[in-house]
């Protein structure tokens, strides 16, 4: 943990444009531990009227990413793999759970889930984070 407190390191992460972007609402984040919710709109959808695969991802690498630095230090993602199980159907949000579940020296692994309204799961990712000693603000 650096110097920073949870608190400064959410607002930090709550902040970050690309998510804003997308309509990411940052819920929780908590040491390891983050989650996070997207409104879809007609700009998440692909050229089929389905919630495009990239959206999804987004959701999940911003969560994962809010998991990942949530202590305060700077992460950053090394490998992450999706695998989408079912699409969302004509849920109006998308909600992202990551958790870190193992530590190895400076690497961190991640278990993300994300489910749509009914919590019916539509992609699980898995994710590397390699952890600096670096604040997130200097």
Known sequence: MSDMDMDEA???IRSDPFASSLGIEFVLIESGH???RMKLTGEHLNFMGLVHGGAIFALAD???GAAANSNGTMAMAIH???????PPGGTEHLEADVREDARAGRG???VMKITNDSGELVAVCQGWAYHTARP???
Not at 80 to 86: G, K, Q, T
């Open 34 to 36: 983050a989650v996070s």
């Open 136 to 138: 997130l603000v200097e």
């Open 10 to 12: 959410a607002a930090i």
């Open 80 to 86: 992450v793999s999706i695998d989408f199980l079912a």
């Open 108 to 110: 961190g692994h991640y």
């Open 62 to 64: 911003a969560t994962f």
